[in-house]
């Protein structure tokens, strides 16, 4: 479901070039990318959404040949395999939370579905912010926030989920609460955790720990 091999990637043409470890994970499976400040996590991540290109290698996600894909084809595929956790929540702060976790299928589909309304319903009220759905995003708290932004990336039922730095501004019971939800919230997809987060080091079995990516 995620396939990572001999990956090359460089900023401009003046930039050093950056090699990414060889990795795997099946559908179902969680993950963890570990590693600190200037180790190109960031970068890994974009290149696994499809939003830079490698120069080089394998990178296959959610059934699609990211090197080979047309910029239309990956934009398609964003939104309907890919579940994007971000670090910051990137919300429209003049929009409720309701509205911001519908805005996606708005904006595609012109209508919100009946089913995707109960799906967002049932989704916030196990996250137990149901009553912040009427909420401006500024009025959430950083624990609220942050389960909104798991609900907005679940809601269309992606395959893939990557997560960014879920748990860098967390306190340890915050942090632990919300990779339990994570896990149980995207229990049928392929969940890839990307973090410099020491705390989760030991959550899954697979770990790639990322070194310094200049070569």
């Not at 290149?47 to 290109?53: E, H, P, S, V, Y």
């Not at 509205?99 to 196990?126: I, K, S």
Request: proline residues 4%; negative net charge; charged residues 25%.
């Amino acid at each position: 479901m995620v396939e990572v091999q001999g990956i090359r990637f460089r900023y401009g043409s003046e930039g050093p070039n950056m090699d990414f470890p060889d990795f795997a994970c099946e559908m179902g499976e969680r993950m963890l990318l570990l590693g600190n400040s200037g180790t190109g996590k960031t970068t890994l991540l974009h290149l696994l959404c499809g939003i830079l290109r490698p120069a080089a290698g394998t990178l296959r996600v959610a059934g699609r040949d990211l090197r080979a894909a047309s910029d239309r084809e990956l934009d398609v595929w964003r939104g309907s395999e890919l579940g994007i956790v971000f670090q910051q929540a990137h919300f429209v702060q003049s929009l409720t939370v309701a509205e911001n976790l519908a805005l996606p299928h708005q904006l595609t589909q012109g209508t919100v579905p009946a089913e995707v309304l109960d799906r967002m319903n049932a989704m916030l009220d196990r996250l137990g912010i149901a009553h912040r759905a009427n909420a401006r995003p500024h009025e959430l708290s950083v624990g609220e926030q942050q389960r909104a932004s798991i609900a907005r990336a679940l809601l269309h039922q992606p395959s893939v989920v990557f997560a960014d730095e879920p748990t860098s501004a967390l306190d340890d019971h915050n942090a632990e609460a919300v990779m339990d939800i994570l896990d149980r919230e995207a229990a049928d997809a392929t969940l890839v955790v990307v973090t410099h987060d020491q705390r989760l080091k030991d959550r899954y079995a697979k770990c790639v720990t990322l070194k310094h990516a200049h070569a």
